[in-house]
């Protein structure tokens, strides 16, 4: 495995952006996500945050929960194809470019801003597997997703084939034009290269406002701060039509089975009838996409 060395920082304060993703991690670590627990507790030697055992209840394991599936629609959508290029954008503290050192011929490029990444990659080295699958590599970039040049000369790293681009949690944080010029990015690279976008980043408002949160979280402050909800889609229609308006066409939506997430015994053990019913009442509120050119 190779992780780039050389991180260029520029002056900028990250400190609005590494607080989700911090959050996400520490959840994350409550389920079996490979390198989730290890992770959190890496990052946590220096950070209070961490707390091994969670809250005991219902809404903060419905979050859970929601969050293990989510990054699981990644991985069902991305190891069905025959990849061997993939870009992460805005991968926060995930480590499935550590996961994908398990299959062979792999050029995983690792992605987020500069603050992030770096911190990443202090703790990453005491995680990656001593022998990745033959020809596999990694490397841990700072990526800003909507610099243009920035996001070509990252996927010029690449050699020629097909280009799988994956993101999570990445659209909510960005306004209507700001995802246009994210689509226009990701649309010329996959017309030239060949290859896909999956993006779990399908969210619709109204079911989000309407499902169970933590009263006390400081994960809904810092949405409430960036004005998360407001950015989602009004339905899953009008996140269609827009992808379609931008270039792009639904290959395959991911379809994930409830009953084999690990956190799902967690949530069980602290719903009554009545949460599991308006839970189920609320419907989806994310979908994952495996997007294609038109």
């Known amino acids: 495995m190779q992780t780039n060395s050389t991180i260029h920082t520029t002056p900028r304060d990250y400190s609005t952006i590494s607080p989700s993703a911090r959050a996400l991690l520490f959840m994350k670590a409550h389920t079996t996500i490979p390198y989730a627990r290890e992770a959190a507790a890496l990052l946590s030697a220096s950070d209070n945050w961490f707390?091994?055992?969670?809250?005991?209840?219902?809404?903060?394991?419905?979050?859970?929960v929601h969050f293990e599936k989510r990054y699981r629609s990644i991985n069902q959508l991305l190891w069905e194809l025959p990849v061997n290029n993939i870009l992460e954008l805005s991968s926060g503290f995930s480590l499935r470019g550590l996961e994908a050192m398990q299959h062979p011929n792999i050029h995983y490029i690792d992605t987020d801003l500069p603050g992030v990444i770096e911190l990443k990659q202090s703790f990453i080295q005491n995680l990656q597997p001593a022998a990745p699958a033959a020809g596999s590599q990694l490397e841990l970039?700072?990526?800003?997703?909507?610099?243009?040049?920035?996001v070509y000369n990252t996927t010029a790293r690449f050699p020629s084939g097909p280009i799988t681009i994956v993101n999570e949690g990445l659209l909510m944080y960005l306004d209507q034009n700001e995802k246009k010029r994210l689509?226009?990015?990701?649309?010329?690279?996959?017309?030239?290269?060949?290859?896909?976008?999956?993006?779990?980043?399908?969210?619709?408002?109204?079911?989000?406002s309407s499902s169970p949160r933590p009263a006390e979280d400081p994960l809904n402050a810092f949405f409430d701060a960036h004005r998360i909800t407001e950015k989602m889609f009004n339905s899953f229609e009008e996140a269609e039509e827009f992808f379609n308006q931008q270039g792009f066409t639904i290959d395959k939506e991911a379809r994930i089975d409830a009953s084999e997430l690990s956190a799902l015994p967690r949530?069980?053990?602290h719903a009554t009838q009545g949460?599991?019913?308006?839970?189920?009442k609320a419907g989806r509120l994310q979908t994952t996409w495996r997007l294609k050119t038109a």
């Open 267 to 269: 949530l069980l053990q």
């Open 141 to 150: 970039l700072p990526l800003n997703a909507l610099d243009t040049e920035e």
């Open 51 to 64: 707390q091994l055992h969670a809250p005991e209840h219902f809404s903060y394991w419905a979050r859970v």
């Open 275 to 280: 949460q599991l019913h308006k839970l189920q």
């Open 183 to 208: 689509c226009n990015t990701i649309h010329q690279i996959l017309s030239h290269s060949g290859g896909y976008w999956i993006t779990a980043d399908i969210y619709i408002k109204n079911k989000y």
